[in-house]
């Protein structure tokens, strides 16, 4: 069935808030009064979803490097209005000709994508799909050398932009558009501006006429700064509190990636590819843990985990095996 069966027909006028209006700051994160994918979920089925999302947005934002915020928001928006949540929509939908895509927007009354566009949406199913498979026991392709080349050959916006959103995994795209138009409104382009005026930033933003960011916002940016210029080192920043406060699936991936042997490369794909079939935390990553995640993984298309890298993380966790599986593994042996 194509993907765009369910695709809405009414414009879905309530689902992103205005954005001169969004703070960003009001609670960590803007959230949608009425949204058609998620109108009778309760809250941690609503937590989940926004989860996913950011997830499918992470993976957006990497495979275009010339993005800005707007342009994330704006691919976002159309893709939604398609039907399209999450990187297993997006692979669905791009199984089929891409002009499917752009004849679906013309539908909706809504500009189509352009080429380059078409192009960076397949890139991130090749890099969610194809880089994540490839993780086992041996590591990706790509190393640190690579990123670095890559951060290096992004404008200096796009490097603060990256900064932005990677420290407050909780912001929706209006959050991140909402933040980068204050900081550019007082005069902010850069890592360095910013460097330069986290002591005295608030004060320029309420100058200005804007509503100021949270603590939390501007420790996390300091910390950020603060370890890449070799102040702070990475194990040590793990134990800051914000750093702690964020995504407490990837840290926890990060600290055994001495262990298993991971770069940072297999780090952030192996959470790509749990992000990818619902695990989006530590809770349910210790739920798939205690039965087969291996299972998931392989009907999704992905390698799985070798028994060594299974028997860290249960240790890790304190994960107890179910018998239930136990007995399955030791059927599959014997056939």
Not at 26 to 50: H, L, N, V, Y
Not at 84 to 96: F, H, K, T, V, Y
Request: with cysteine; hydrophobic share 35%; glycine share 6%.
């Amino acid at each position: 069935m194509s993907v765009f069966a369910e695709a809405p027909v009414q414009l879905w006028d309530t689902v992103f808030v205005d954005l001169e209006s969004s703070d960003a700051e009001s609670d960590g994160k803007t959230r949608p009064t009425e949204c058609m994918s998620c109108t009778d979920m309760d809250a941690q089925e609503f937590d989940i979803w926004e989860r996913e999302r950011r997830g499918f947005c992470d993976l957006l934002w990497e495979t275009e490097h010339t993005w800005l915020p707007r342009d994330l928001q704006v691919v976002e928006r159309k893709l939604a209005w398609l039907g399209i949540e999450s990187s297993r929509d997006l692979q669905r939908a791009m199984a089929e000709p891409t002009s499917t895509l752009n004849e679906e927007l013309k539908r909706v009354s809504m500009a189509p994508f352009k080429k380059k566009t078409l192009a960076a949406l397949q890139r991130s199913v090749m890099v969610c799909v194809d880089s994540a498979s490839q993780l086992g026991s041996a590591t990706l392709p790509t190393d640190e050398r690579d990123e670095t080349s890559s951060r290096e050959s992004r404008s200096d916006e796009r490097n603060l932009c990256d900064v932005i959103w990677k420290t407050r995994p909780t912001w929706s795209t209006n959050d991140f558009v909402a933040a980068h138009r204050k900081l550019a409104d007082v005069g902010i382009c850069s890592l360095s501006d910013l460097e330069k005026s986290l002591g005295d930033l608030n004060r320029q933003l309420r100058e200005s006429g804007h509503k100021t960011f949270s603590s939390e916002t501007l420790e996390a940016w300091r910390l950020h700064i603060d370890q890449s210029h070799g102040r702070l080192d990475i194990d040590a920043s793990l134990n800051h509190p914000v750093c702690q406060a964020q995504s407490g699936l990837g840290s926890m991936l990060w600290q055994l990636r001495g262990s298993l042997g991971w770069t940072t490369s297999d780090v952030i794909a192996v959470e790509r590819k749990l992000n990818y079939i619902g695990i989006c935390d530590i809770d349910s990553f210790t739920v798939a843990l205690g039965q087969d995640i291996n299972v998931d993984l392989r009907v999704a298309g992905f390698k799985t985990f070798s028994g060594r890298a299974l028997a860290e993380m249960r240790q890790h966790l304190g994960v107890p095996v179910v018998e239930k599986f136990n007995a399955n593994r030791a059927l599959q042996q014997t056939r």
